[in-house]
């Protein structure tokens, strides 16, 4: 069945990669051209999927995936318990697991478009926050690996091959479509 439309995977695998340049030219002596072009991708990325999103067309709509506390608790206590139902697009946790890496991505675009100003340039704080909100950037990335990695084996099933084609394979009577 397909699920993840094109534009979908595309933001979703070139945002992935504007994070790596990101975060690799800071490891080396790049130079910050690469780290800011890749931020600001990045960010712009993020708001165009959100704006699609916003549409409200099958999985990728935000109203489709985006659950109230109260279903994504009970989602995850059904998780705890090994009860949850497969879902076809985003599970209420997955959900809010991609608003929690979207808003990451965001602040982090505009806190280094914020230190190339002349009101913010050389500010300690905001360099400091920056970097706070990369490093929870990381682990918004290994969390969001643990439940991708945890959700296939668990409904047996590909997601990473699913972001790349598209497809996951048919729902069956308990799915939620």
Partial sequence: MQVWDPFVRLVHWSVAACVAVA??????????????????????????????????????????????????????????????????????????????????VLALAFTGWLYTTDAF????????????????????IAAHLAGVAFTSRRHGENLVRAMIDGRKPAPGPDDVV
Avoid: K
């Fill in 23 to 104: 975060w690799i030219s800071t490891l080396d002596d790049v130079g910050f051209g690469p780290h800011e072009n890749a931020g600001l991708l990045a960010g712009a990325l993020v708001l165009g999927r959100l704006l699609w999103g916003a549409r409200g067309q099958s999985h990728a709509s935000l109203r489709r995936f985006v659950h109230g506390p109260r279903a994504t608790w009970a989602y995850a206590r059904q998780v705890w318990h090994g009860t949850e139902r497969r879902h076809m697009g985003h599970n209420p946790l997955g959900g809010w697991m991609a608003l929690a890496l979207w808003t990451c």
């Fill in 121 to 140: 340039w050389g500010e300690a704080w905001l360099d400091e926050l920056h970097r706070l909100l990369g490093w929870c950037l990381l682990g918004l």
